[in-house]
């Protein structure tokens, strides 16, 4: 089951989003202060949160950030190496389907294929030595 990590001042935004995430029933829901970067799955964070987190950000590509359209945060952001930003005026789905795609790109110890990531990673690094 995917673990989620929700860290939002604003609460009934999290509450909504909360609902809509655990109706699915395929993942564990979290309100957390401070997100834990060590456990698996999505961080799901607004701009403050995104100050508590440790830098450079492990895994920035399962960080999802909910921020208004301001140009501080999306520079923060940008330079923490977020990949998915959702404004919070957008609908819920939006955010909703940002975390699904976190979750997708989320590295993880997935005992179904093991060694999966590993060998991906050595097939990279071949391809980097013998350039391309």
Known sequence: MEIV???LTDTPYANALREL?????VREV?????????????IVIDPDALDLLPFPLPNPERIVL?????PQHLS?????GVRS????QDPLATAVLAIMAAELRAPRADSRCPGAHAAA?????ERGRKGG
């Open 30 to 42: 979290r309100s957390v202060q401070v997100p834990d970067p060590r456990l698996e799955g999505v």
């Open 66 to 70: 909910i921020t208004s359209n301001d």
């Open 85 to 88: 930003v959702v404004f919070s």
């Open 21 to 25: 995430l655990v109706r699915g029933g």
């Open 5 to 7: 990590q929700l860290t």
């Open 121 to 125: 990673s050595r097939v990279a690094s």
């Open 76 to 80: 923060s952001a940008w330079n923490a």
